[in-house]
């Protein structure tokens, strides 16, 4: 964007020097005021009849200023359509460029719109690594996103074309919060029917749209100004409560985590209870809460809980042990 508006600063520039002089001569030579030497000098470089008789010498300025002149309005209509070429040509590439991106994805993230909370999530995406693009069609919001450095597509989320290009069929899952509940209902019964396996959150700004959103086809709805003023009110009924969820979600303040973590099917740790898998006394790790594959929370879970293929472990723990956890998740121990 910056290149293309210098690109046609210049010609622009040589214009006005162009101009300046041609006025500029015709009023050291004929001793015409500025406005019948600016009329002169736009006459000469269209075509039209002069102001006045000329002298011999003022009819050579006059003839070397149009050659001068041509050439330059020919050297400025040059650029400028070099430097429009140069902007369509760079939007053609950099549209190929994001569909190729966009086209080696799997198992990412959806989120359709980037507005205050789509930009809030991008960047906690970002943060955690995790793969992502997002459905934007605002020019000025789309801006923002290239500044950003985030992938995206521009297009209407509600149309089936556009979540096809953002893989829909490939992606884990979609998040839509666009700021009118009809968009965020109508993008969820789309992306729905698209992918019947895909999680869904999705954005209410009506604590009544939120049974629609469900009965449309998302896993989970999240209304802000609800969330807000709970924890606003727990904020003041339990503040010691809140003061320990904060200090454990906001992992850039201490160097304690809390993460979920899904059990798979060739962890070492299946068939073992939570006493035999060590996670405690080896890891240094607590498991907060076990969501069973059935959909069943179990919190504060018992050291005699066997693990199975499919739970989501929720633990709190430092890093480097969270790590650790991953690995005894996903893999058997070597032989």
């Known amino acids: ?7 046609i600063v210049w010609p622009i520039i040589c214009l006005v020097v162009l101009l300046a002089a041609g006025t500029l001569g015709y009023t050291l030579l004929e001793g015409w005021n500025l406005i019948d030497s600016l009329y002169m000098t736009v006459i000469t470089l269209t075509g039209y009849r002069e102001v006045g008789p000329l002298s011999l010498a003022r009819k050579l300025y006059t003839l070397a200023f149009i050659i001068v002149g041509l050439t330059a309005l020919a050297l400025i209509a040059r650029m ?12 053609f590439l950099g549209r190929r460029k994001l569909e190729k991106e966009i ?3 799997k198992e990412h993230f959806i989120i359709c719109g980037y507005g205050r909370m789509g930009r809030l999530i991008c960047r906690e995406l970002s943060s955690n690594q995790v793969s992502f693009m997002v459905i934007e069609k605002d020019d000025k919001t789309i801006e923002q996103l290239s500044e950003d450095g985030f992938l995206y597509l521009k297009g209407d989320a509600t149309e089936d074309e556009v979540l096809f290009k953002a893989g829909i069929d490939r992606a884990k ?3 839509t919060v666009v700021s009118s509940d009809a968009h965020n209902l109508f993008i969820t019964m789309t992306a729905r029917q698209l992918n019947p396996k895909l999680h869904i959150l999705a954005r209410a700004e009506e604590e009544a749209s939120e049974r629609k959103l469900v009965r449309a086809g998302a896993n989970r709805v999240v209304s802000p100004y609800i969330i807000g003023a709970q924890h606003l009110a727990q904020a003041i009924l339990r503040p010691a409560v809140i003061d320990f969820i904060e200090l454990v979600t906001k992992s850039q303040s201490m160097e304690l985590f809390m993460e979920e ?4 099917a060739d962890s070492s740790l299946v068939g073992k209870s939570l006493r035999e898998s060590g996670l405690r006394q080896n890891l240094g790790l607590m498991v907060v809460a076990i969501e069973k594959a059935s959909g069943q929370m179990i919190f504060n879970p018992g050291a005699d809980l066997v693990l199975e293929e499919g739970d989501q472990l929720v633990t709190l723990g430092e890093k480097k042990a969270l790590k650790g956890l991953e690995s005894l998740l996903h893999y058997k121990e070597q032989v």
């Open 173 to 175: 899952g979609l998040v």
């Open 261 to 264: 973590l899904p059990v798979a």
């Open 103 to 105: 086209a080696r994805f």
């Open 1 to 7: 964007m910056a290149r293309t508006a210098t690109a």
């Open 80 to 91: 400028l359509a070099q430097a429009m070429l140069a902007e369509e040509l760079g939007k």
